[in-house]
């Protein structure tokens, strides 16, 4: 079985600053791994993935997260946040062996950016 | 690209009474999508997995009798709530994946059902 594990329900960090987000994974075979952001009463929007090759991927809005295989990780950063920042970030998995075919979400963290 | 559309965004019934909700690929097929739950403040629970031209999917613990599936056509997955109750109301949102197992997910705006 997959799993993801988002241990923060909420982050603050102040306009300007970098930020991350945590997110663990397990899964039995290699990782696809996703970043999402909800606003309220909205669908999801992707934001980047990991599938294979350089560790470091980024993606829209300035984001980037760091694949790191030891540490099952796969942590969202970006060098300075935006109060438009501020909304729900789900981490996801997917096994790349099969299995399940749709994706595994952690419970997502809040995202405050304070100006 | 890669747009799903979904309807309605939200919508207002009586317990008892049935609902469907709209999933479209537009600019792409899709022969699997997904529909998730999600309860306030809670993440998103994969509820099944429509697959064109074939019975869905369910994830244990959903009533396949009361969330009635259907993907009739490549671009187009209804997910039917039969006889509402308040318990019912909650976010339903569909995704689907342009083919390709490392491709994202994209996702519709959702659905706010209140059953009163």
């Known amino acids: 079985a997959q799993s993801v594990a988002q241990p923060e329900d909420q982050v603050n960090v102040a306009e300007g600053n970098p930020l991350t987000v945590k997110c663990t994974y397990s899964?039995?075979?290699?990782?696809?791994l996703f970043w999402y952001v909800q606003y309220p009463n909205r669908g999801l929007q992707f934001l980047l993935k990991?599938?294979?090759?350089?560790?470091l991927v980024k993606g829209s809005y300035g984001f980037e997260a760091e694949f790191n295989k030891s540490q099952t990780s796969f942590h969202l950063k970006k060098p300075s946040a935006l109060v438009s920042d501020s909304a729900l970030y789900f981490c996801a998995v997917r096994d790349s062996g099969g299995g399940a075919d749709g994706l595994t979400f952690g419970k997502g963290t809040h995202l405050i950016i304070q100006p | 690209g890669a747009v799903v559309s979904q309807h309605p965004s939200w919508v207002i019934c009586k317990s008892g009474t049935s609902v469907k909700i709209e999933c479209r690929s537009l600019?792409?097929?899709?022969?699997?999508m997904f529909w998730y739950r999600q309860f306030p403040k809670q993440s998103l629970m994969l509820m099944a997995t429509?697959?064109?031209?074939?019975?869905?999917?369910?994830e244990q613990g959903v009533e396949k009798d009361k969330f009635l599936i259907n993907h009739a056509s490549l671009t187009l997955s209804t997910l039917t709530v039969t006889s509402a109750h308040p318990e019912d109301s909650s976010f339903y949102i569909c995704?689907?994946?342009?083919?390709?197992?490392?491709?994202?997910?994209?996702f519709g705006n959702g659905t706010r059902l209140t059953v009163t």
């Open positions: 990991y599938i294979t090759g350089d560790n």
């Open positions: 429509s697959n064109e031209g074939s019975k869905a999917t369910y």
């Open positions: 899964v039995s075979g290699n990782p696809y």
């Open positions: 600019d792409f097929q899709a022969t699997t």
């Open positions: 995704s689907a994946r342009v083919e390709g197992g490392g491709s994202p997910l994209h």
